[in-house]
């Protein structure tokens, strides 16, 4: 049985930082590509970041320079570093993994529960 928990999300004011974690079970987690992807009320479940099993890269532009995702093959785990949060970063934040070579764009695997992440003073 695979699962994937979350846990780090929280209320946070603009500027700060917050540091999600995802422990994975079930898979053979170091040939998966992992992602996080995240979701505001009324909008699509778009990608934030993606971490391939050979350790590239892929970030949203909204991202790119304020968050970091790394995994740790020994723990099973990735981890998304989110620095300089803005209000429009709040939204539930979702792990997945998926199948090397599987293109980001598409919706696909296995996903968390989810955690909330809100950005307000």
């Known amino acids: 049985q695979v699962q994937l928990v979350e846990s780090g999300g929280g209320l946070v004011q603009p500027g700060g930082f917050l540091r999600l974690s995802c422990a994975t079970s079930?898979?053979?987690?170091?040939?998966?590509?992992m992602g996080w992807y995240r979701q505001a009320p009324g909008k699509q479940r778009e990608l934030v970041a993606g971490i391939g099993s050979g350790d590239g890269t892929n970030y949203a532009d909204s991202v790119k320079g304020r968050f970091t995702i790394s995994r740790d093959n020994g723990k099973n785990t990735v981890y998304l570093q989110m620095n300089s949060l803005k209000p429009e970063d709040t939204a539930v934040y979702y792990c997945n993994a998926r199948r090397h070579g599987i293109r980001w764009s598409i919706l696909y695997g296995y996903w968390g529960q989810g955690t909330q992440v809100t950005v307000s003073s």
């Open positions: 079930g898979i053979i987690f170091s040939t998966y590509d």
